[in-house]
């Protein structure tokens, strides 16, 4: 998933089999030496500063080894098996790859206009750089939608491209200021910093991320751009909510309190955004199919019926969102039932979080039997889709809000 | 029906029973009805002590909620009804479908009749001149599909290659099926065979027993061995958050030490298969002393030790003071009501009933420092004084004085004295009363008085409309402290874990077959004719149809491409 898309000389070799085999192999390489280095290495893993042992001397040696490590195995392999060199799964995740290490050097660049550290304080954290990355994501995201829906009015290639641009600038933007706000939190004082999935504020920037990136790694493969216009719509709704949230003071680093400091919060809480992002999507799908259902029952005349995917292809889209979602959700919630019998004595206490994950978790798979058996099939299951994440946005948004229970973190005060 | 002997009927329509239980509608119907019924658990708070149900819902509606199980609902006999249908709808789907599953992966049938040829979802055709080298199309076929697996067989002079990939995707319907069987059955034996309860072990003290909900009642159950707690500690950060909860702990084990180690909250320990988690702490019995200013006009003070949670009594008054909580920090909000909150930490506080002959009983949160205002004034010592015993009707009370300092209470009784003697009060008597207290305490020498003396009157002044109208014989203020926690210890036993964790795994491993390594099959038909070959190709995919459509055309092309020459 990365914004290269044209053919150009650089990127066209950049995306030559062979440098996309050894590259996936490098990153996995890098992958297992820095959890190696958590596991075994001197210090081990720290929860205060892990960022920092990553970013230190320790981890380049580490994570290095293990790319170059990956490399050579990938050499090797590749050599008794050249097929290998083809295979699927490096071409599906590297752009992903690529992608996210595009956002640690964007985050890297925007580290270099932090104010000086006198001028930092933890009362008033307007000035940290990290909030007008976010700003600057927000109206993009904004525009983005815009620029979607106009497409929807106005076919042009023109705005088409331009709407697609700017959803991977606001997605890049996202990233960045996330890893950015990671290294800040570190700035106030080593033992507060803690990965930016802590509070509503930086989940909700997360869920902007996710469901654009998925939206926009569909768009590439099955060219479903008029459903951009309802995936950023979404994604502009969790924008204005995010806005809210600042301005009623929720956007402030605070630090963690015990329940929280664990490593199980960097996986769990990705993952299970993993899952909402792609439901959101599902849902852009699913609406798309309603509209464009409308559309042909009034006559089919309409110029947006052009542009539109046929209604078996949003149909299509839809399940493979899900497809994405389910399994992606199914393991967060596992990863939370490891963490709750960790830290709360018991893997599933019936919480209300836990339990409307599992509500959730049974609609999607409800969804996917009626998908299956017979009888069930277009209008139903894409209303079935948009109400599925009516479901989700309770369960990461309503549950926080109106009910009580141990995942306090989003506790709006 | 009518002629079948009577025992036949009952079989069959058992047989049609669990075809029916292992239906996919059934199982669409367990899925939203158990997400239905997992709601009602969700928003009425679970597991909370009956009065407060009795209260929130009046005792018409708390006998309805209350029959029905709803206030530990997840544990109700419907709900595991509800559950245990699902397994048994689950087994049944298994059981009818794994064996045609394995059949179906195993054996891989290749000649394909010409009807069931046209309902494929993918089908394209060619005609190719009768000397056509099928051989070099075979070729081209095989190597444009790497990866797949081929087989191949003549039927009627037809030639028939199958080609398949994914071949193994049903594995995933049944991992992932059984993984819900699996993860059902480990909770099922987590909640026959392992125990929840929790522990409060006071710093210094041993603890064997762990108390649990059971439906409305508390169980106590023994544990195989003592936890000692050595010491409880809670770790601040700079801004006054908590950072973490520390308890060290010794396992002793019939008598003797075995194992000593710090738990904190994401970092259990594991002993004899029991796992103790921090989960709480809480006041263990801190040593308190009080300081018993006696109000009966004597300017007496006489001190008290005693402990949270035991009874001092006063032996000549027969008043009683009863510890409910010690707190060495209390943050309150100090803001008007209305106003924005204001959180202050007003230090270290103790909680006690006081009770006596002729005494109507109070809640009293007595503070050992007296309140300084936002400039740093001092406002005098306080209580927060609660009738009903809630916390909800706490109110504040000023006593006027700072009772820290003994000059004060001094001066405060000297200034009653001289106050008693002026009959009349008037502002010129007043002050005459309190500079004559003032000479008392501090001596004549107005040179050597307290600097700040001015707002050591004012606090007197208002000490004289209120200590007299106190109740209580005497005023027991927080003089000094040493504390102790108790660790709130939960402790658990699961043998059904590594069930669920199997089960799990079993999950995620099926999904990710199920979905992504879909099962897709390829036929290339070749019937030889008199005057053309005729070449049919036709593909079908389980799942993920708009990649296939895709891929399926792609293969076309490159075969159509590779003989568009000899097309006839
Ligand atoms: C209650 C009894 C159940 C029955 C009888 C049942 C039956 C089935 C059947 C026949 C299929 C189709 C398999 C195929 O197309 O290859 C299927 C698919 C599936 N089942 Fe179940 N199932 C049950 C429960 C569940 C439950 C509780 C879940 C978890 C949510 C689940 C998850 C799935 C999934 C994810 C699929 C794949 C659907 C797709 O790929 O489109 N099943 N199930």
């Known amino acids: ?413 | 029906m009518a002629n079948m002997p009577r025992m036949q009927i009952f079989p069959d329509l058992l047989k049609s029973l669990w075809q029916r239980i292992g239906s996919m509608s059934l199982a669409i119907i367990l899925l939203v009805v158990l997400s239905i019924a997992s709601v009602i658990g969700t928003v009425l708070l679970q597991n909370q002590a009956q009065a407060d149900y009795l209260q929130q819902f009046g005792p018409m509606w708390y006998w309805v909620f209350r029959s029905l199980g709803l206030f530990d609902m997840y544990h109700t006999w419907w709900f595991m009804s509800i559950l245990g249908f699902l397994m048994v709808s689950l087994t049944s789907c298994l059981w009818r479908n794994i064996p045609k599953m394995l059949k179906d992966m195993r054996t891989r049938k290749v000649p394909v009749s010409d009807k069931s040829l046209k309902r494929f979802q993918h089908l394209h055709e060619w005609h190719l001149p009768a000397d056509t080298d099928t051989e070099q199309l075979q070729d081209a076929f095989h190597q444009h599909l790497d990866g797949w697996e081929f087989k191949d067989s003549e039927q009627d002079g037809n030639h028939y290659i199958r080609a398949d990939k994914g071949r193994w995707n049903k594995w995933g319907y049944i991992l992932v099926h059984s993984a819900i069987l699996v993860v059902l059955v480990g909770g099922w034996v987590g909640k026959e065979f392992g125990f929840r309860g929790n522990m409060a072990v006071p710093e210094g003290a041993s603890e064997n027993e762990i108390d649990f909900l059971k439906g409305t009642e508390t169980g106590h159950l023994k544990m195989p061995f003592d936890v000692h707690c050595n010491s409880f500690s809670i770790d601040f950060f700079p801004t006054g958050a908590p950072r973490e909860f520390k308890s060290n702990l010794t396992i002793i084990d019939h008598g003797k030490a075995v194992l000593t180690k710090d738990i904190i909250v994401n970092e259990p320990l594991y002993y004899k298969g029991v796992r103790i988690y921090q989960a709480s702490f809480g006041d263990g019995g801190s040593d308190i002393t009080f300081k018993l200013f006696h109000l009966d006009g004597t300017g007496a003070v006489s001190t008290a030790k005693t402990q949270v949670y035991q009874t001092w009594t006063d032996k000549k008054s027969g008043v009683s003071l009863t510890l409910d909580d010690f707190k060495p920090y209390n943050v309150e909000n100090m803001a008007e009501p209305g106003k924005p909150k204001d959180y202050q930490d007003l230090g270290p506080a103790v909680v006690y009933e006081i009770r006596g002959p002729g005494l109507k009983p109070a809640k009293i949160k007595a503070f050992m420092n007296p309140f300084i205002g936002p400039k740093g004034d001092n406002r005098g010592s306080f209580l927060m004084i609660s009738l009903s015993g809630d916390k909800a009707d706490y109110k504040t009370v000023s006593l006027g004085l700072d009772l820290t300092n003994p000059n004060e209470w001094r001066l405060f009784h000297a200034f009653m004295k001289y106050l008693g003697e002026a009959h009349k009060r008037s502002k010129d008597s007043t002050r005459q009363a309190f500079k004559e207290a003032m000479s008392d305490v501090f001596g004549t020498d107005k040179g050597k008085w307290p600097k700040n003396f001015q707002a050591m009157a004012m606090r007197t002044l208002q000490a004289v409309s209120i200590l007299p109208q106190l109740p209580w014989p005497m005023l027991p203020m927080l003089a000094d402290y040493k504390q102790h926690y108790y660790t709130g210890l939960q402790l658990a036993q699961d043998p059904g874990m590594n069930i669920v964790w199997l089960g799990s795994a079993m999950l995620v491993f099926g999904l990710c077959i199920m979905f992504y390594m879909p099962h897709r099959k390829l036929w290339l038909v070749i019937r030889p004719g008199t005057k053309e070959v005729h070449i049919s190709l036709a593909g079908m995919g389980n799942r993920n149809h708009l990649v296939f459509t895709k891929y399926f055309h792609d293969i076309f092309t490159q075969l159509d491409q590779d003989f568009a020459g000899q097309k006839t």
């Open chain 1, 1 to 413: 998933m990365t914004a290269i898309t044209a053919g150009g000389g650089f990127t066209a070799t950049l995306y030559r089999s062979r440098w996309v085999f050894l590259r996936f192999a490098a990153y996995l390489g890098a992958m297992a030496g820095i959890a190696a280095m958590a596991r075994f290495g001197t210090g081990a893993y720290e929860e205060n500063a892990f960022l920092y042992q990553i970013l230190s001397m320790k981890g380049l040696i580490w994570g290095g080894t293990g790319a170059l490590a990956g490399c050579g195995m990938a050499i090797v392999a590749s050599t008794a098996k050249p097929k290998l060199m083809d295979a699927k799964m490096a071409r599906n995740f590297v752009p992903w790859l690529d992608g996210f290490v595009l956002m640690v050097i964007l985050a890297a660049i925007w580290a270099l206009f932090e104010p000086a550290a006198d001028q930092i304080s933890y009362d008033d954290q307007s000035n940290l750089f990290a909030g007008r990355v976010i700003m600057a994501m927000n109206v993009i995201f904004i525009f983005s939608s815009v620029s979607y829906i106009a497409y929807l009015f106005a076919p042009e290639s023109f705005i088409g491209r331009i709407a697609t641009w700017s959803a991977y600038a606001g997605l890049y933007l996202g990233g960045s200021s996330l890893l950015l706000r990671w290294h800040e939190s570190y700035l106030f004082d080593m033992e507060i910093g803690h990965a930016p999935v802590s509070n509503l504020y930086e989940v909700f920037i997360l869920l902007c991320c996710v469901t654009t990136a998925i939206y926009l790694a569909l768009e590439k493969r099955y060219q479903a751009k008029a459903m951009g216009a309802f995936v950023l719509t979404l994604v502009s709704a969790a924008v204005f909510f995010d806005i809210w949230l600042a301005s009623v003071g929720q956007a402030d680093i605070k630090p963690l309190v015990p329940a929280l400091q664990s490593y199980w919060m960097k996986i769990h809480v990705p993952m299970n955004f993993v899952g909402y992002g792609s439901f959101a999507v599902a849902c852009g799908a699913g609406m798309a199919y309603l509209v464009r259902f409308r559309l042909e029952a009034n006559g089919g005349t309409s110029k947006m019926l052009k542009i539109f995917p046929s209604l078996d292809q949003l149909d299509q889209l839809a399940y493979k969102a899900v497809a994405i979602g389910f399994p992606a959700f199914t393991l967060a919630t596992i990863l939370g039932a490891a963490w709750a019998s960790e830290a709360w004595g018991g893997y599933w206490s019936w919480d209300p979080k836990e339990t409307w994950a599992l509500i959730v978790w049974m609609t999607y798979g409800a969804y996917l039997h009626a998908r299956v058996s017979h009888g069930w099939h277009g209008k139903a299951l894409a209303w079935w889709a948009v109400a599925g994440f009516l479901v989700t946005v309770f369960c990461f948004l309503g549950v926080n809000m109106y009910l009580s229970g141990l995942h306090s973190y989003g506790r709006l005060s």
